[in-house]
């Protein structure tokens, strides 16, 4: 536990304590005395109230729509399984402003609903759950799909043997053994849709403000940094305690399963009722994920001219940013690969061994600290952005002026996919695997190395996959931190969003395009990649 305790120590709970207390303190003395005055304003009360309840609507809707596709995903094998699994992962990792654009294209004025039927839902409630859907669906896709590919069937297949119908035996066997999967995809959902911040701001107009967008409005608008940390503070708490209830409730419901390799689960569909099901899922995505996507190709291309490559071919000229960047607008690919691989490896280190630590179930801290891993992404990425510049300034921690910054902000947002990921399987990997091992003379690192590690060889896989996925897209606290001369693909988009012209919104389009093929190339490679038969499942 000691590197994954320096690491949040020092790059999260330092920079974060620094810049609640520049906003609670006054001339040396703490004034806890704000946080009553902010919390009984009624327009305070109002954006608590909405960011709650949105949030549990998002993450509803979410496991609704999204649980069929898990188990179509991990049960069905049928062409372009691989292909279109990766294509679901790929929304995750698009910056939320350039998500909410392409909604606003289907949903806004002069959108296709517009067109086709003079609907809007801009500046509605369900346009922001629909983005929200559209953001989180792969999470639920392969989180509790990754656990259930790997259930072995045979179980259900002997509960209805003896006597149990197909919906009693999935509720009584299946259902039970994925519960800390689906449990561990409803509070990301839950998180994720808490914070939400580009979604609301665009698609919500000013009527709808969640906390991250009050928190933004209050540091950068207003200028009201007390305003702003007394919301940090109540978002700080409100995420700690879902995630202290959620770790005491998942680990009551934690079990050995017997769990296989997922090529020996997955089968061709049978019967018109799994046709129908298969059908359904595709449906969904084609709507739900692969139309908005389609938006901004389109848009990508669709230049003065004519449909063209012109908005591509202006992102290698410095000159056709109009001023908006030090170095062509293609460099920020680059630039976001190589931040990206380094934030990976630095959350798998760390995530790693925290979800190593977590498996020994080593006394109550230890359980404490399951919880404390996902509070980055509970708290408000302005804030973590912001404290990184006011106090990662000074020796021997004086890193404004090194590339590595970037990559350990990323990074704070990947360790709690890589140990979310590998806890539940770790923990399901029988213990007596292990003790079977020692008795036989394995020092500690040679069973962690032999026993565990071809076990959660796939899952590591997956962790590295959303980590990279997520650095890839990371843009709150990015923002902050990136230097003018090496942007990121987000922070680049929203700086050529940010400027008014034709030829800016363009090559926003463009570069948005690349980042999904990039993201989709990379996820499709991880698909591809096989391990030997020890490491399947």
């Not at 305790?5 to 330092?14: C, D, G, L, N």
């Not at 950068?220 to 109540?234: G, S």
């Not at 409730?249 to 399963?257: F, K, M």
């Amino acid at each position: 536990m000691a590197v994954p305790v320096a690491f949040f120590a020092v790059f999260f709970a330092y920079p974060v304590t620094a810049i609640v207390g520049r906003g609670l303190k006054a001339d040396g003395t703490w004034q806890f005395g704000r946080v009553g005055e902010v919390l009984s304003r009624p327009d305070i009360l109002g954006v608590l109230w909405f960011t709650t309840w949105q949030a549990l609507a998002s993450t509803a809707l979410t496991l609704l729509i999204a649980l069929p596709g898990a188990y179509v995903f991990a049960r069905f094998d049928f062409p372009g399984r691989h292909l279109l699994r990766a294509v679901v992962t790929v929304p995750f990792v698009l910056p939320a402003v350039v998500v909410g654009t392409a909604f606003l294209a289907l949903l806004g004025r002069g959108g296709l609903l517009d067109d086709l039927w003079g609907i809007r839902l801009d500046t509605t409630v369900w346009a922001i759950l629909l983005a929200h859907v559209f953001f989180n669906y792969a999470v639920v896709v392969r989180t509790v799909g990754g656990l259930w590919s790997q259930l072995d069937p045979r179980q259900e297949e002997a509960a209805r043997v003896l006597g149990a119908g197909r919906l009693a035996a999935w509720w009584r066997v299946t259902l039970p053994a994925l519960a800390p999967a689906v449990a561990a995809a409803a509070l990301m959902v839950f998180l994720f849709t808490f914070t939400s911040f580009g979604v609301v701001q665009i698609l919500g107009g000013p009527a709808y403000s969640t906390l991250e967008v009050e928190i933004y409005r209050q540091t950068a608008q207003l200028l009201d940094l007390p305003t702003a940390a007394v919301l940090t503070l109540v978002q700080f708490a409100a995420v700690a305690a879902v995630l202290a209830v959620h770790a005491r409730t998942v680990r009551r419901r934690e079990g050995a399963l017997k769990l296989v390799d997922p090529a020996q689960t997955a089968r061709r569909p049978r019967g018109t009722g799994q046709w129908a099901l298969l059908g359904g899922v595709l449906a969904t995505v084609l709507m739900l994920i692969l139309l908005p996507l389609g938006v901004l190709v389109e848009r990508s291309l669709d230049t003065p001219g004519g449909y063209g490559l012109g908005f591509y071919r202006a992102l290698g000229s410095l000159d056709a940013s109009g001023g908006t960047f030090l170095v062509p607008p293609l460099e920020a690919v680059w630039n976001s690969l190589r931040y990206a691989l380094a934030a990976t490896g630095v959350a798998l280190v760390v995530g790693g061994l925290a979800a190593a630590a977590l498996t020994r179930r080593a006394g109550r801290l230890v359980r404490g600290f399951d919880a404390l891993l996902m509070l980055p992404l509970g708290v408000s990425a302005v804030t973590v952005g912001f404290g990184f510049l006011i106090t990662l300034d000074k020796p021997p921690l004086d890193l404004r002026t090194s590339w590595i910054l970037v990559p350990l902000a990323q990074a704070l947002v990947g360790v709690p996919f890589v140990v979310r990921t590998m806890l539940p399987v770790l923990r399901a990997v029988d213990g007596r695997l292990r003790e079977a091992a020692a008795v036989l003379g394995a020092s500690p690192l040679r069973v962690w190395r032999e026993v565990d590690l071809p076990l959660v060889r796939r899952a590591l896989l997956v962790a590295a996959g959303f980590a990279f996925a997520v650095s890839l897209g990371e843009f709150g606290a990015t923002v902050f931190i990136a230097r003018p001369d090496r942007p990121t693909l987000p922070v680049a988009v929203a700086r050529l969003l940010g400027r008014p012209g034709e030829l800016n919104y363009g090559q926003a389009m463009a570069l948005s395009t690349v980042l999904m093929l990039v993201c989709a190339v990379s996820l499709l490679a991880l698909e591809r990649i096989r391990t030997d038969r020890s490491g399947e499942f």
